[in-house]
């Protein structure tokens, strides 16, 4: 009989996953840490929290240890990602649900396996989705949270096209402070490149394929302000930018 393929090193794919966003994104623990606080003085020990495009958990991980008695379900519909994803958190198993879902969809929240959260948040995730997209997530959040709830995400939020001065001074103080960055695009695509390696991973490779040739990327970056007027929009009565490093940005709504 021929060998199984071996499965692949989770939990190094998670790390090299987690070195490829820091390449552009070297405030990525310190925002990680900045949606903490807040949840930490808003939320009970025992919070139920949903993680919006979740990837292969990199927040979701760092959420479950900060708070030993929390509970994850990390949405995404990447089918590559998320086996990426359950086998680099095997020891955190019980405190997970992985659900694969499109949130830019209609019908994502029938989905999850509990009606209300304590919070939502989400990480580099929400710029996919389009404005439509964005307002009909942010009215189903606001539906899904108990409530004292939080919605946090941490996203480069650009500024609108009528600050490009403002554009223009963040980007000179990110250079100055980082020099150049990593590429976002060349980090992600060389990570998918080493992914294409492992033989067990090739059916859900094309799975991915199939079901990308159908979802696109979002052309159009929405501005911080976009947010702010959605979640407002979708009543949310408090909304505000809590962490910002230029256009890195923490935004809570309440
Ligand atoms: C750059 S990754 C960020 C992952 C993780 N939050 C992190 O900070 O490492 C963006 C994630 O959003 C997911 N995503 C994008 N659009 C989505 C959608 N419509 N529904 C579900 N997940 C989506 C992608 O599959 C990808 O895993």
């Given at each position: 009989?021929?060998?199984?393929?071996?499965?692949?090193?989770?939990?190094?794919?998670?790390?090299?996953?987690?070195?490829?966003?820091?390449?552009?994104?070297?405030?990525?623990?310190?925002?990680?840490?900045?949606?903490?606080?807040?949840?930490?003085?808003?939320?009970?020990?025992?919070?139920?929290?949903?993680?919006?495009?979740?990837?292969?958990?990199?927040?979701?991980?760092?959420?479950?240890?900060?708070?030993?008695?929390?509970?994850?379900?990390?949405?995404?519909?990447?089918?590559?990602?998320?086996?990426?994803?359950?086998?680099?958190?095997?020891?955190?198993?019980?405190?997970?649900?992985?659900?694969?879902?499109?949130?830019?969809?209609?019908?994502?929240?029938?989905?999850l396996p509990r009606r209300r959260y304590d919070a939502a948040i989400s990480t580099t995730a929400l710029h996919w989705l389009g404005p439509s997209q964005l307002r009909r997530l942010h009215r189903e959040v606001r539906r899904l949270l108990r409530p004292n709830g939080v919605y946090l995400n941490g996203d480069f939020l650009p500024w609108g096209p009528r600050e490009s001065g403002l554009r223009k001074i963040s980007e000179a103080v990110r250079f100055a402070k980082y020099g150049r960055l990593g590429s976002e695009w060349v980090g992600w695509n060389r990570w998918w490149r080493d992914l294409a390696r492992e033989p067990t991973l090739r059916p859900l490779l094309k799975e991915r394929e199939e079901r990308f040739a159908h979802s696109s990327h979002s052309k159009v970056q929405l501005s911080d302000d976009f947010h702010l007027r959605s979640l407002r929009a979708a009543g949310f009565r408090e909304v505000a930018v809590v962490w910002q490093e230029m256009e890195n940005r923490v935004m809570l709504a309440r």
């Open positions: 009989m021929p060998a199984r393929p071996r499965e692949p090193n989770w939990r190094a794919l998670l790390r090299s996953w987690d070195a490829q966003q820091e390449s552009f994104n070297p405030a990525r623990e310190r925002r990680f840490d900045a949606m903490f606080d807040i949840l930490e003085v808003t939320q009970p020990a025992t919070m139920h929290v949903l993680d919006l495009g979740s990837g292969p958990g990199s927040l979701t991980a760092r959420l479950l240890r900060r708070f030993p008695r929390a509970e994850s379900t990390a949405v995404d519909f990447d089918p590559v990602i998320l086996r990426v994803g359950r086998g680099a958190l095997t020891r955190l198993r019980s405190r997970v649900r992985w659900v694969e879902a499109d949130i830019g969809g209609p019908s994502w929240a029938r989905e």
